[in-house]
């Protein structure tokens, strides 16, 4: 099977490490030859070394990769399946060379958790050229397209984390001194930050500052340049600055990680795949619409507690008394609950003493419904249903 892929970069790096993270499972996983199209070879080149940002024509790890021009070579017809990463639409001149041969075309949508997603993953549109363009949608649960993993990952990830030496040696490959490895092994906290431009470090540092646990703050290149001045407070976390890297080793970037603050699809999606505690903006958007975005789809994954049987017929069950409030006041503010303050922003937050009672019982809990097999059982993008 042969298959183009077009990537037309936007949010920097999120749209291409989907594209060049499906490129490979296909070529490697399926056996298919690979042809992706990139818009901007300069972008793809910080995350994947070898990449030569000024050839039009390379071939990299069993892929052959072209630069996205208006004017194609015509002798790169189509083949027989193109997809198209969140609606790029191809060149006129290439959908010329698709009407001649009408290969699958597949729009790749975006990722989200929203319901709606499951009744339109699958359905073709009609053009009025002929062509049919299916919508491919990723996502939580068995009636999407699913999410992207590699076989083997869970096990390379649960022995790397279960080896603090190699984690050391890792990340002195990157550049952290040993100072701040020796840190780390004395108890400090480490997280990592991919984060967008107007993300708030101000209080990422503050938060950490407060707490009495020191912090080791991992943070690529360029990114988050008020890092430094923000952190530059007593007790203050420690910034080690990182070399922009290959996706294998981001994933062990995140699995080194004790909390992870990401940006962009593919990287939300990989530290889901590291278990640990993380906190993520997909694109940006407002606060109200990630929320409604996401939280069907964590109902979607977590554990359910199992239904009672059904009363016999003919019988009416006595319900349960309902249990007085448990929840401590912060979470009972007076009013109509829930729904409207949550959309507003104005929930109340927990004093910070509750938050560090409360943290470690949290971050067990997440770790172990991350590795919930049920979910990480489910097919990803490169199964056979694509």
Known sequence: MQADIFCRVVDNYGDIGVCWRLARRLAHGRGWDVRLWVDDLASFARIQPGIDAGAARQRLQGVD???????????????????????????????????????????????????????????????????????????????????????????ERDAFQADPEAQAAFLRGLGVAEPLLSQRRHGARTVSLFCYPS?????????????????????PEGVAPRLEAACARPGGPVVARLPFVAQPDFDRVLWCADLNFVRGEDSFVRAAWAAGRWSGRSTPRKRTCTWKSWTPGWRAIRPRKPRPPPSAPGTCPTPAPRPAPSAPPWRRPPGRPGRRRRATGTRRRPPAPIWRKIWPIFAQSWSRNARIESFLSRPGLSAPQL
């Open 65 to 155: 990769i072209v630069r996205w021009t208006d004017t194609p070579d015509p002798a790169l017809a189509a083949r027989d399946v193109v997809i198209e990463a969140f609606a790029c639409d191809p060149p006129e001149a290439f959908l010329d060379s698709m009407r001649q041969r009408h290969p699958a075309w597949i729009n790749l949508e975006y990722l989200s958790a929203e319901a709606w997603v499951e009744s339109c993953h699958g359905l073709p549109s009609q053009r009025p050229d002929g062509l049919v363009k299916h919508f491919f949608f990723p996502g939580f649960t068995p009636a999407t397209g699913g999410l992207l993993r590699e076989p083997g990952l869970s096990a």
């Open 199 to 219: 993300a708030p470090v101000d209080g990422l540092a503050q938060a950490l500052a407060a707490d009495a646990r020191p912090a080791l703050l991992l943070a």
